[in-house]
Each structure stands twice: as C-alpha cells, then as structure tokens.
C-alpha cells in the first residue's frame, strides 16, 4: 500500500486523480456545471488523516467547515484593520479622500430626499453636475446605500474606516471564495484573501482613490459569478456586473471583459463545444449579466451623453507619451513589501510609497507550478489572461484615450497574480531542488531590487526578504508531498504562512513611519511621532469631524464665487476655503470643486485645476463672453465673490472698481454685485425678469429655476452662469423653447416678443435620469429571474451536480 500523500492525505492515484489538468478535466467541479452529464468521481480510500479534515493544501468539506474558513478569514481580516487603525488612524483619510470622495460622500448623504441624492449642484460650477461625474454614484442606486451610511458619523475617520473595511471584506472574502471554488485549501485561500485585500496599491493609493477600492473588490465575485456551478451565481453575477459598471472607476472594465474571455475559453474548451453556453445555468448567467448593464445603465449613459462636452489630459504631442505614470517593468513583476517602486516621476523621481507587494509568496510561488500541466486546468487561463493585460497595460503611454496613469492598472495585477500562482499550485504543484532554487532566487532579486531603489533602508529589506523566504519554507514543508501526514510539521508551517501573509502591510507601514523621522531630522522639523510618510498629501493639518471644519470655514450653508490661484501647504484650512470639494462639509459652494474632467468649452474660458484653483490668465478672464456685452469673469460670477488677496493685480484692480467690498479676512476680500438680474442670469438683453424661484440642488422630478420674463416687441435672450450641458430643457408658460449656449461653454435661452410676465422653467433631466426608473426596474426583474431560472433548473438536476447541490449557497 502507498504511503498517505500529505497535499491530499490520499493514496497516489487517487491524489493524481484529483490534481487539475494532470489526467484529465475535473469534470464533478467545472464541466457539468454548464449541462454536461457528471462522470462519476474516482474512488478511493480515505485516510484516517483526511477524515480528521487534517489536509494541507486542499479545502476542506461540510458546511461547518465552510463557515469555520470564512469565520476565520474575517476575524484575522478586521484583526488586521484594528491593528493598522491603531498604527496609523488617518491611513485613509488623506489627498483624494479628503478632498473629493470623502466630502462628496457625506454631503450627497445629507442631501437624499426619498433615498436619492441631488442630480446637480448649479453653484458648484462645472464641478456641479453630479450626473456626469461617475465617480459619484448619483444615478446609482448601490452609492446611494452607500451615501446614507455615511449620515450614520460626522467622524470623518471612522466615515473612512468604515469604507475602507467594507472594501476590504469584499475583495478579500470574494477572493476566498474563488479560491475555494478552484479547490485551493482553506489555510491557503485564506493566507492568499488576506495578501490580496491589504496588496500595495490597494490601500496606499486605494485609500485615497475611493472608487478604485470599490471596483475592484467587485473583480473577484464577477469571476465567480461567471465560473461557479451554484444557484446563486447568476443573482452574484448580476449584482456584480452592476457594481462594476457603475463603480466609478471605467479602468477596471477592461478587466471584467477579459474574465469573460476567459471563461468563455475555459467552459468551451472543458465541453467541446460552444453549445455549452446555451445550457441553462448559461443562459441564467448571460440574463443575470444583462440585467446587470441595464442597473448600470443610468449612470453610463450620462457620461457618454456628457462625453462630446468634456476634457481630459491630452497625448504628449511630440512623441504621444510623456512616459508619466509608467511604471517600471521590473518593479511590476518583483514588487515586494518594502519596494519602492518607479512610477516615472508620479509622486517624484521615486514614489515614497511601498505599493508594489501582494501576497509575500505568490511571486516566488510561481517556481513550484508546472504551468504546462496547469494551464488545462479551470481558472489558470482566465487568471493568466487577465494577469498578463493587467501588467501590458502598467506600460501602456500616460494618455490613452480617456484613459490616463497607467501605473494605477497595478492594483488588477496584485489581485490577480496570487490567485493565478495559487490556482496554478493546487492544480500541478511540482517541488525539486531546482524549483525551490528558482525560488529562492526570486526573493533574492524581490530583494535586491528593493534594495537598489532605496538602499538607506537596508535593514528593512532584509528583513522582509528573510520573511518572504520563511513563507515560502513554510509553503513547501506544508505542501510538499512526502511519506505521511504529520500535523506537527504541516499546521505550524501553515501558520506561518498565515501570519507573514497577514502582518506584511505592518512592515511597509512601520518603513514609512522611520522614513517619515528620518525626514524629519534631515528637515529639522517637528512633526507627529509615529505617523507614516505618505506619497500623497497627508492632509494632517485638516480636522476629522464635520464640526471642525464648519468651525474652519468663512462661509456654511451659503455659496459663493471663489477665485484663488493656488492653495498653501494646509489645502486652505487655515484661510478658511479649502481645495476641491472639502467646503461641501460646511455646505458651502464656491463656485468649483474637484474634478476628474472639466467642462471643455468652459475651461478655456475659466480654467480650474483639478484641485479647483483658478489657473485662466486675467486678460481671459476679462475678454468679452461672446455677443453677451459682458466679460467672462462677470458671465461666470455669482453676486458674491471671494478673491484671494494674492490673485493677479489685474482682477483685484477689477473688483476695487465695478463692485462693492463687503468684508474682508486675512486672505479673501468679499466683493458684492449690484445688478438687476436675479439668481444664476447674469446677462439679458431685450428681457425683462421679475423674479427667480431657483433649487439650490437639482433633483430630476423639478426645475431648477423658474423666472417671471417680459420681452417686448423684438424678443430677447437670457443667458445663465449655469454650464451647458446635453439634458437641460426650458418651457415658457408650459411650452417648449430652445435652448442654445454662449459659445458652447453656458446656458443661452432665446425667448419669443410680446411675452408679459410669462413663467419661464429650466429644467436639467439628463438621459440616465430619464431612463432611471425602467432601467433600473427591468434590470432588477431580469437578475431576479435569471436566478430563479437558475434554481428551477438546479432543482431538475439539468446543471448542478451532484456534489455542488450538497454545499449550495
């Protein structure tokens, strides 16, 4: 009798038997799951070790056990974000959090009326249509979830934590969950879930880049939703569709297409033929997903409606890449947890930021897969495709398209190299002398790379180079076959892979807090003990509660036109007027905000930085706006102006003449407008208005300004400091009039002669918000039936084995 394999406590044909690929398709746990009659597995007898449930590498079985493995995930998962919370209590509250999602989150929070957020913010200037910008959610019914959560604190830092955590879970036990389904063993998946949902580019720059965090912790279930012989797959499948769509983050799609490629490959190849597609659970997968598009469809309509009136950053126009934001090809596929890696200049020549690492022992992890063998296994080719474009596209040119930086596709290759090597290894593991040499040089060059970027910390490379090669000693003596099964040689082993995989975020974090001293020193300054140096503005002089900034700011519950030209070292905070959208906390609008695209037309008349800073040359600004009789300047300016006492003497010599000072601060002066134009109209001709009735906010079911007109016997024109975009509307009296634009850039409404005090109503109702209602509802009905077609056909047994319906979700 043969000896009891330790990978699987089983005899050696049995164990060949089960391995993936090695003689034949594991037909019980992918083919049939598409309609395809299930052969019968091969028997075997089972150890006393593997009816203990004492397996090494492979998952366990039953329920309870099931349970026990995500139980145990989301205890060393929160246990891991405690820890990190207590390190570092603003990890997450930083740059981008600060000043654009963080705020935008909880204000739109604040604005839901009947469940749904405001579709357009008028006095927030280009930055106001909440529509367009998809990062937002405005038309996406899972933000909204997600906006009257944040109502729950006016802590900022818990609204951040709280965030961060719910990303987290959901990449990580989605991640679980695909390894599981690929037989992967639960030590391992849950070692690989934790190495995935605290990788580099995750939390470093994930934590500012909100909707990053959101997209991708939705990749693994969409896979699994794709691949998985459960009922509840097509329900996942639509959901996840949904979340990707409308994530906020367009990057990610090419992602999602390239799992379907591949498990369109996988399923076709595994049966024969194409027609397994058109089995039900198929069929259910494919209603499941369209359902999905048509949720999504709201909010990707009105960006591509938005699209024609939009900009973003142009080619290189000399050699069509500035090479900004390419990442290093070495660093890509050797990242470790305290490489610095090469971003060409994004953050500085070298980025202060250990965003290369994943999972310690998935690139050294990859030397014990025979990969020849493992590609015919299920899931290897969809890891590998996807994994392979994901590191492509970390070296397209800065500028593709819409598409910009592509250093930020990092974050697809962290998730998808550990499962492709862990996949891979439960499929054909093969260990030699030679193999485990290979290894080893794969964490000596981890290492030496790591050392070469930033040889000052010496120390510390070393030591997570000694680490990385003690999880891998702890990955063979677990997985390795030999004689027996000893349990206390494979758990403790196992245990150690646990462990380094879980504690590798706390090594880079505790790198940036001695490099953060050490800058300190070398700058004689004084700053915060035991706080990491972050690549990207820390923000530390901001506050973290909605009182603090309310206590902060010049101006709450108001709005106002502010002109600045560039914002000091503290984002504002110390003159009161903060950068991008941090003003929405005291609910004040300053006539810009964040943004990710600007308003084409617009800004070349009033250019914003991405921060919202005035960056238009005065002379611009004063040209005449068109036919309007009036400059830009005074076009685009609300009654009420706060200028930046060190804006150019060109506008402050303006305003000291054509306005009024109101008051005055340390580093704004208030200026007033007294004029006979009411609300957002700052130009008229041949148009009399009486009165404005304007919403400060513009929801899809009201106008967002109604105005009593006169005209005389010529007719006339008004025009608004209002932005043009597709979707707005007027009537006059209940009927329609055109509406037009100044040179493409604000509103324009021509109105007919002899109208005596006629109402006229505008109206902003873009094409998602027109089909919210009936996509929403037919896509709903058609997940929920996918599903339901999904359990009527499990329930005949013409899809779901045997085996699968015992463990069903």
């Not at 973003?312 to 934001?325: E, I, M, S």
């Not at 530390?540 to 030209?565: F, K, M, N």
């Not at 306005?659 to 130009?683: H, K, M």
């Not at 509802?777 to 899809?799: H, N």
Request: proline fraction near 6%.
């Amino acid at each position: 009798m043969r000896a009891a394999d330790p990978a699987g406590a089983l005899p050696e044909s049995s164990h060949r038997a089960l391995r993936f690929g090695e003689e034949g398709r594991d037909v019980t746990a992918h083919t049939q799951q598409l309609g395809r009659p299930a052969l019968p597995p091969v028997p075997a007898p089972v150890s006393a070790a593997r009816a203990a449930g004492v397996v090494a590498g492979h998952r366990l079985s039953g329920r309870g056990a099931s349970l026990g493995t995500y139980a145990a995930y989301l205890v060393l998962q929160m246990l891991q974000l405690f820890v990190l919370s207590r390190l570092a209590p603003r990890f997450f509250w930083l740059d981008d959090s600060q000043g654009q999602f963080g705020p935008m989150l909880w204000w739109l929070g604040q604005q839901l009326e009947g469940g749904r957020p405001p579709i357009m913010a008028p006095e927030l200037g280009m930055a106001g249509n909440l529509a367009a910008d998809m990062q937002y959610g405005a038309l996406d019914p899972l933000h909204w979830g997600l906006m009257a959560l944040s109502r729950l604190t006016d802590d900022f830092l818990v609204m951040s934590w709280g965030f961060a955590a719910l990303c987290v879970v959901l990449l990580g036990t989605g991640v679980l969950t695909v390894l599981r389904h690929y037989g992967v063993g639960d030590w391992l998946a849950i070692a690989g879930s934790l190495g995935v949902a605290s990788s580099g580019f995750l939390l470093w720059y994930g934590g500012s880049w909100w909707p990053l965090m959101w997209s991708v912790a939705w990749l693994p279930w969409f896979w699994w939703g794709l691949a998985a012989p459960r009922r509840s797959a097509p329900l996942v499948l639509g959901v996840a569709t949904w979340a990707l769509l409308a994530s906020g983050n367009p990057y990610v799609l090419f992602f999602a297409l390239a799992l379907v490629g591949g498990q369109v490959f996988e399923q076709i190849r595994d049966a024969g033929s194409w027609r397994v597609l058109l089995q039900p659970l198929g069929v259910a997968r494919t209603g499941a997903a369209v359902g999905g598009l048509l949720l999504a469809l709201p909010t990707l309509l009105a960006t591509v409606e938005t699209s024609p009136y939009m900009s973003r950053l142009d080619p290189d126009p000399l050699v069509g890449n500035a090479a900004f934001g390419v990442t290093n090809l070495a660093d890509v596929l050797l990242g470790g947890p305290t490489l610095l890696g090469q971003t060409n200049s994004f953050g500085g020549t070298l980025p202060l930021v250990p965003a290369m690492y994943t999972m310690v022992v998935a690139v050294a992890a990859a030397a014990f897969v025979d990969w020849r063998r493992a590609l015919r296994a299920p899931g290897v080719v969809t890891a590998g495709v996807v994994y392979a474009l994901a590191v492509v596209f970390t070296q397209l040119p800065t500028v593709v398209a819409m598409f910009r930086y592509p250093f930020r596709y990092l974050v697809v290759v962290q998730i998808m190299l550990p499962l492709l090597v862990l996949i891979g290894l439960r499929a054909a593991p093969r260990f030699s002398r030679g193999r485990l040499a290979a290894a080893g040089g794969l964490v000596l060059a981890q290492t030496l790379l790591a050392v070469f970027r930033a040889p000052v910390f010496l120390s510390w490379h070393v030591l997570a180079g000694a680490l990385t090669a003690l999880a891998v000693a702890g990955l063979v003596v677990a997985l390795r076959p030999g004689e027996a099964i000893d349990r206390r040689r494979t758990w403790p082993a196992a245990a150690v892979v646990v462990a380094i995989s879980w504690s590798a975020v706390f090594l880079g974090e505790q790198m940036m807090v001695s490099l953060q001293e050490r800058k300190n020193a070398l700058d004689g300054a004084a700053a915060d003990a035991d706080v990491p140096l972050r690549n990207l503005p820390a923000g530390r002089e901001l506050g973290t509660t909605v009182p603090a900034y309310q206590e902060r700011s010049l101006r709450t519950g108001t709005s106002a036109t502010v002109i600045d030209y560039g914002f000091d070292g503290d984002m504002g905070w110390s003159d009161g007027v903060l950068r991008s959208n941090g003003n929405l906390v005291a609910d004040f609008l300053t006539g810009t905000g964040s943004y990710a695209v600007w308003h084409a037309a617009l800004n070349e008349r009033w250019c914003r930085t991405y921060e919202g800073a005035t960056c238009q040359d005065p002379a611009e600004l004063l040209s005449p706006a068109g036919d309007t009789g009036t400059s830009w300047l005074e076009l685009l300016s609300e009654d009420t102006v706060l200028l930046d006492r060190e804006a150019p003497e060109a506008l402050t010599d303006h305003f000291a003449r054509e306005w009024t000072v109101a008051e005055e601060s340390n580093a704004y002066v208030e200026y007033r407008r007294e004029d006979d134009l009411p609300g957002r109209i700052t130009a008229a001709s041949g148009v009399t208005v009486a009165a404005a009735d304007e919403a400060r906010v513009v929801r899809g079911d009201e106008p967002l300004g109604a105005y009593t007109v006169s005209t005389g016997a010529d007719g006339g024109w008004l025009a608004f400091r209002l932005p043009y975009w597709p979707g707005l509307t007027a009537t006059l009296d209940g009927e329609q009039v055109a509406v037009g634009a100044v040179e493409d850039a604000v509103l324009r409404i021509e109105l007919p002669a002899g109208v005596a005090a006629g109402t006229l109503e505008v109206s902003y109702a873009p094409l998602g918000e027109r089909l919210l209602l009936p996509a929403t509802g037919v896509g709903a009905l058609l997940v929920v039936v996918a599903w339901g077609w999904a359990v009527v056909a499990g329930r005949r047994g013409a899809d779901v084995p045997a085996a699968a319906r015992r463990d069903e979700w």
